[in-house]
């Protein structure tokens, strides 16, 4: 059974920074798919950032490009995603999210939670003005 393990979140300032972490274990598969989502108070979970271990590409909300960076230590199992320039509206819990496998239409589809089959158990953001 794959475990996820969400850790660094935290409360700063508006354009302060935070490092989310997110150490994988349990799995022995060579290629994955990787992710983190984010939930506000009364909004739906929403896709932040992805990446593919086979090619390492990448994705991102359009509301976090620019600002945020997606990174994975396959060697740690371990995901990362560096938050810099930090605006309230950033303020929600963060998940991580995995399944084995490539997607052939990562995307089109790495926002999607059907796209997972492994979930965090979350890490809060606060980000104050």
């Known amino acids: 059974e794959v475990q996820l393990v969400e850790s660094g979140g935290g409360s700063v300032q508006a354009g302060g920074s935070l490092r989310l972490s997110c150490a994988a274990s349990?799995?022995?598969?060579?290629?994955?798919?990787m992710g983190w989502f984010r939930q506000a108070p009364g909004k739906e979970r929403e896709g932040v950032a992805a990446?593919?271990?086979?090619?390492?590409?990448?994705a991102y909300a359009d509301a976090v490009k620019g600002r945020f960076t997606v990174s994975l230590d396959n060697a740690k199992r371990t995901l990362f995603l560096q938050m810099d320039s930090l605006k309230p509206e950033d303020t929600a819990m963060y998940y991580c999210?995995?399944?084995?496998?490539?997607?052939?239409?990562?995307?089109?589809?790495?926002?999607?939670?059907?796209?997972?089959?492994?979930w965090g158990q979350g890490t809060h953001v606060t980000v104050s003005s």
């Open positions: 999210a995995a399944r084995p496998g490539s997607s052939f239409n990562f995307y089109s589809t790495w926002s999607k939670e059907y796209e997972y089959n492994s």
């Open positions: 349990g799995y022995s598969f060579s290629t994955y798919l």
């Open positions: 990446i593919q271990s086979l090619g390492s590409r990448t």
